[in-house]
């Protein structure tokens, strides 16, 4: 039986390896999003909207865990790269709606081999990977 710190070990702790490997994972992305000039909160942003077309700032955020302190500058980047549009909804002046652009969606082709350039930097199977996309979704719809 260990002692009483052996919960403070490094080793024991599953936020560690899921920071470290965040970060990994955003750095190996840096030179695929800087041939698109994005960054990478700016990129999923675009995932969700090369699939939605458009929807309100506030889903936007709950589909990203992004509060809107985060989002909003974002947003006003992507607004001013011509990616997006934000405009107020006409039936409910206090939502803010996000909208893809032509050149949003023209982007989206650059951005297709995004996704397979990465695949080859982590090394999981397809079936690893699906099992770490579903614990941590698992975790992340679990905590309050």
């Known amino acids: 039986m260990g002692n009483k710190y052996d919960v403070l070990k ?3 702790q599953v936020c560690f390896p899921l920071y470290a490997c ?4 955003v750095r190996r992305y840096k030179p695929f999003l800087d041939e698109l000039d994005l960054t990478y909160t700016q990129y999923i942003v675009m995932l969700v909207l090369w699939e939605h077309r458009a929807l309100s700032a506030k889903d936007l955020g709950e589909y990203l865990y992004l509060d809107s302190g985060t989002l909003t500058p974002v947003l006003k980047t992507l607004e001013k790269k ?3 549009t934000r405009q107020r909804s006409k039936e409910d002046e206090r939502v803010l709606m996000v909208e893809i652009t032509e050149k949003g969606m023209a982007l ?3 951005a297709v081999g ?4 990465m695949g080859q930097c982590v090394n999981l199977t397809n079936e690893e990977a699906k099992e770490l996309y579903r614990l941590l ?4 719809q679990e905590m309050p």
């Open 114 to 117: 995004v996704p397979l350039k």
């Open 10 to 12: 490094l080793e024991n």
């Open 108 to 110: 989206r082709e650059e």
């Open 137 to 140: 979704y698992k975790m992340l």
């Open 82 to 84: 011509g990616y997006l």
């Open 22 to 25: 965040s970060k990994e994972v």
